[in-house]
């Protein structure tokens, strides 16, 4: 086969379409969601390791389906354009030969935030307010892209390979952060971090995610969730309530750092922590999470 061929015949399929399994050799499955599959896998292409992300045509035509007569972009054309290091960084995007969106990101081997969490790694102590700091700023990055991440939990920051560098991922349910999708009725994300406006499905913001964030970092500090958890939107309903303050649970936490985690968890809106930008004011000068 002719040079050229070849590399058509790894790069793509019919259409300018990927065809899977002519470029990539998949290595295993790293990763199931409610709306796609992330497999790590090898680019023939360029013999490099990567995560390839495929999305379910049916649940991405219906979730999408709810921004019917609106341009609402796809995953993959969100993701694709941060370069931030708190980020997980796309490379490509488009549609396979099967119909599918598919995603070429980096490969991390670090784990998932919500492992670290779950499994009570004593690696976090110490590091946790630099961690904090990097969580706010890759999700300061997609606000100021104009993007509202609207799924920002432990579960969606993984970990580089040496565990140093925190990295925002999945913008599946990722919208412009303009009126038209604003509107009350979209709730969508995970329960246990949605903001009380999103469970009752009203007009929602940026501080959505600010919610979504302090509810993050608040198990980050304390491996406890500030409300009753649970898998449906019943668990969220509690969410217009005053959480457990969280010196239940850390009680040598620093009290600016206290003070600036409940402040994303303020049920009004209008009275919330309104930026990440703020946010990260109100931490400057804070070294460690609690009080030496």
Known sequence: MPLTDKLKSLLGGAGGKLNVKSRFELLREAMSGTMSKVYMARDRSDDRIVAL???DPEKTAFFEGRF???KKPPEGEIAVRFDHPNIVKTYEHGLTTDGCQYLVMEYLRGSGLN???ARRDGSLDGRRVGLIRQAAAGLQAVHEAGFIHRDVCPRNYLFSDDGETLKLTDFGLTIPAEEPFLRPGNRTGTPNYMAPEV????TTNKTVDVFAFGVTIYELCTGELPWMSGDTGQAAMTHDTPPTPITKYRPQISPAL???IHSCLI???AKRCPSLEEFLKSIEGIESEDVS
């Open 53 to 55: 992300k495929l999305l």
């Open 68 to 70: 019917k007569g609106l």
């Open 115 to 117: 492992t670290v969490l």
């Open 199 to 202: 469970v009752r499905r009203r």
């Open 258 to 260: 206290a003070e600036a």
């Open 267 to 269: 049920a009004d809106p």
